[in-house]
């Protein structure tokens, strides 16, 4: 009896997905567990991972046309929102107060930009499962990290960390990739290897040193829910919020200032920041809307350019850094995302939704959303739920019948 021919060994195509596996375990799993004990985590290893998955695609060119895509992302309105307000951050350094460090700055964002373009050119048009599993291995493993650190009075993290951010930080790299290692799973019809992850992530967040983390997993908790609940609701509300609050911001300290008087302290720092933020609008509301170039809120305020009581805050610091221009382009930027993101996978939505109101949150909460490790952070996690919607092909098995298997 004849034997069917063995396939031709290709030893570029087994390099590639070894390299591919390799790539995905730096983003996956390396990334979000060093950064709990690594000050430079992130953005050390990141590059890394970035170029194995390049390099891979390279040798087996095992991915969608790069024109074509390339063409798609900048002609889409997201694409065009995003490219306006990269162009508008880069020509607002003509009239910024630190221009030697909002430069280093802004080149950093637009390389860290381009880096991750190349991995979504190099991305295959199908994702291996067992790829994609490293993500929750990842997750699981950076939460047990974060418990054990947590409980321990060694706190490494902080030790290391010039900013007393180094758990928190790590933490918050957790709470940020956990999302879509959570869709994933529940994709994939895990919901109670997803609920267990899950309660491990609220635990780790719960245990940090700060409650920033553990309040903006728990928003997403509840995004997560009214997604899951109606698909189109929770698109819906999630990108009419995240645009609103972008869009609408100036109007804050008017419209909230007199709500928060009556159930806060009159020293409460939400309310302070009110009061700074209605100020900072009344000293010169004309440069407030073409911005005072970008990285001035970040480094005004240990400088006195800007009041040290003024809200750490994406509305506000957009707004402050590159007024109404940049402020649309943001907006519009987040609103198109996040609609984009509502045509995934079914299952990869409620996470996706989680992801924003998750990364949002912090955002708006204390996190600067230029700092390096933090945008590098969010540029992997969106990486990660766009492989995990390309793994989403062939969910059942194919049936034999008479000898012949149906695809």
Partial sequence: MARAPLPPVDPAADAAALLRRLGFATLMVAVPVAALVARRAVVVLAPIGVALLVIAALLDRDHDGIVPDLKRIVTSPGGLAGTLLLGWMVLSLAWTPFRAAASERALNILAVTGMMLAVYLALPGRMRVANLYLAPVGVAAAAILAGVLALSDLAIGRAVDEDGAGLERGIMVLVATSWPALAWLRSRGRDLEALALAVAVAVAALMAPVGLPFAAFAVGGVVFALASIGLRLGVAVTAAALAGAVALAPLAPFVLRPVAALVLRRNDPLLVGLDAWRRVIGDDP??????????????????????????ISLPFDIWYDLGIVGAGALATALYAAVRAAGRAHAGLVPGAMAAFATAFTLCCLGVTPVQLWWFTTLWIAAFVFLAADRGQFRTRRPKAVSGVVRR
């Fill in 286 to 311: 004309l440069r407030f809307l073409i911005g005072r170039g970008f990285e001035t809120a970040a480094r005004g305020r240990f400088t006195g350019f800007l009041r040290p009581d003024a809200p």
